[in-house]
């Protein structure tokens, strides 16, 4: 018996080592990020593994906003986002609601084509999409970055959202049928908040994908006044002695909504994947 | 009156899914095949022309630099070893997480979470900056507390290729770990309780009860996992800063976009994305159908 309990704490000490040594990895990247950030300028590149630097400054943050145009670069990003956010929600939600419920011709080949997307190498529809918006003059404007962020992330917003809307019974649309609401009102009134978690999802996943991609902006988005923060974090990598300072503050600053959005709606991320793909 | 209203409804509905599905899926997939039979390019973008096979020919027997095999085997090595590590490190966590007496649970879930909510971009860039020959904290830390000596990371075509899986090893494990702890969650407590009276082991307990058990959740996220493995660019790209040092350092798909974006090669690159999506594709369906084919046994 007392050898059943030396084993058992000898687990548990074993367990909990492997957990703080994995959340340090996990950590140590991100408190880079903030150290490089607080270094004075006179010391950007130092060979010391201190977490705060000695002589720390916020003084990054304010030439990022005073002499950098960050924040023109974080309103266009904001614009950008937002407005893939609203375009992908209010499609995937009622195109997801369309394949869930109603049968008919063509059905099955989209649900398909829709799923298959996700084996397309990036410069599949890259290419083509890029040759399209060269043809219609779209490149380097607003409207043709926020095609290829809509269309590059619907396909997986319209399966979550066909796959979530399944699992709510057909017998709430025929109550609220009975109960005198029109077609249009259940739809609506009764089953669209009821997909709630899944349209947060939903607009987690376009939110944050246009808010850090990177690849697709560098070819559309040449005139550093449309600029993406993408684009300027990666400018101010590109010149790491000099600016590497303001590569961390820009990236605290790109990182901090994001990881606190997916950290508070994680839960709800993986009951929406795991349905996607298990019911897949 | 009502019939007409209701199939007025169901195309309300339906139709930006099909306008949407058009513009977005089905016309550029169709568009790609075009390009790849053509000679499009930056000096025939108007002029261009079918023909044929040429493109795909040119991609499996004319010398490339970096050659194209090499490239190919090297993208299937980076998968296997990167799916392998997610998923003995993802599950391994998970079990480790799912214990009943570790206390602060939630507090590690959200600090091993951390590396998939970090942005892919911040991701490469921090850790190209890690990976700095003179500054970067990993040869700091190999110095200053193993006494080891410098390697240099991205100079050189080996280990910069182990540069881009450490980083993609530490970007993927969180992934594999959620999903597994979801479907840990879920098996019933007193099978283990029914082992344990039969005297069973901890081997025994975790090959006859969870992997059957959570085999069915984790096969769909291999695959899932798999195809973002392979198709990831942002990585590779980022992290060997497009394939530093002279393109030594390439994966499929950064090799076609270097091909299509900086080579302006378009009927190329838009065969080569054939090329990786019919292997995705052939993957996808047989590796589905073998696991569900074993699966069958249990």
């Known amino acids: 018996m007392n050898n059943d309990k030396s084993k058992k704490i000898a687990r548990i000490s074993a367990s909990y080592i492997v957990l703080i040594i994995f959340s340090l990895i996990a950590l140590f990247p991100v408190v880079q990020v903030f150290t490089i950030s607080l270094r004075p300028a006179d010391r950007l590149l130092s060979t010391s593994l201190e977490i705060i630097p000695k002589d720390a400054s916020l003084n990054t943050y304010k030439i990022l906003f005073t002499e950098r145009p960050f924040f023109l670069w974080l309103m266009n990003s904001t614009l950008i986002a937002v407005v893939v956010t609203l375009t992908g929600v209010a499609l995937a939600s009622t195109a997801g609601y369309g394949f869930s419920r109603f049968r008919f011709v063509g059905k099955k080949l989209g649900l398909l084509s829709l799923l298959v997307t996700q084996m397309f190498p990036a410069t599949m529809l890259l290419l083509p999409m890029y040759i399209m918006l060269v043809k219609l003059h779209l490149i380097n404007t607003y409207l043709g970055i926020i095609i290829m962020y809509s269309a590059t992330a619907l396909p997986f917003c319209i399966w979550q959202m066909k796959g979530y809307y399944d699992t709510i019974p057909m017998s709430l649309e025929e109550a609220g049928r009975i109960d005198g609401c029109n077609q ?5 009134k009764i089953i669209f908040p009821l997909a709630a978690p899944a349209l947060v999802i939903t607009a987690l996943f376009s939110f944050m994908s246009a808010w850090t991609e990177y690849v697709v902006a560098a070819q559309i988005l040449q005139d550093t006044d449309l600029w993406t923060l993408p684009l300027g974090l990666k400018s101010f990598e590109a010149n790491m002695g000099s600016e590497w300072g303001l590569y961390g503050a820009a990236s605290v600053i790109v990182m901090i909504p994001v990881v606190l959005l997916f950290l508070s709606l ?3 991320l993986v009951s929406g994947l795991t349905m996607g793909s298990v019911k897949g | 009156m009502k019939n007409w209203r209701h199939n007025a ?3 309300f509905l339906v139709a930006p899914a099909f306008v949407i599905l058009i513009g977005v899926v089905i016309y550029p997939f169709l568009y790609n095949i075009v390009l790849s039979l053509s000679n499009m390019s930056l ?5 261009w022309k079918i023909i044929g096979f040429q493109q795909y020919t040119k991609i499996f027997t004319e010398p490339s630099q970096p050659d194209f095999y090499v490239v190919f085997l090297k993208t ?7 799916l392998f590590f997610h998923v003995v490190i993802g599950v391994s966590l998970a079990l480790v997480l799912n214990q009943k007496e570790i206390r602060g649970k939630a507090m590690f879930r959200t600090l091993l979470v951390l590396p998939w909510a970090v942005p892919q971009l911040i991701v490469a ?3 190209r900056g890690m990976f700095n020959y003179e500054y970067g904290s990993i040869n700091l830390i190999l110095t200053q507390w193993f006494g080891m000596h410098p390697i240099a990371w991205l100079k050189s075509p080996l280990e910069a290729f182990i540069a881009v899986i450490i980083t993609n090893v530490w970007l993927g494990f969180p992934f594999m770990m959620v999903i597994a702890l979801g479907a840990l969650q879920s098996i019933p407590h007193d099978l283990y309780e029914a082992a344990e009276i039969d005297g069973a082991s901890w081997y025994h307990k975790l090959k006859n009860i969870t992997i059957p058990l959570i085999r069915p959740v984790m096969v769909p996220a291999i695959t899932l996992g798999t195809i973002w493995t392979f198709n990831n660019l942002n990585i590779v790209w980022l992290v060997s800063n497009a394939g530093e040092p002279s393109d030594q350092t390439h994966l499929m798909v950064s090799f076609v976009y ?4 900086n080579f302006y090669r378009y009927g190329y690159g838009a065969a080569l994305s054939m090329v ?3 292997v995705l594709l052939v993957f996808s369906l047989v590796f589905m159908r073998k696991t569900k084919a074993t699966e069958a046994v249990y």
């Open chain 2, 76 to 82: 299937i090595i980076w998968t296997v070893v990167n």
């Open chain 2, 125 to 127: 860039l921090t850790w």
């Open chain 2, 276 to 278: 990786i999506f019919v």
């Open chain 1, 184 to 188: 249009f009102q259940t739809f609506y």
């Open chain 2, 9 to 11: 409804y169901v195309f």
């Open chain 1, 266 to 268: 994680s839960k709800w």
């Open chain 2, 43 to 47: 000096a025939h973008i108007r002029d």
């Open chain 2, 258 to 261: 270097k091909a299509a974006f």
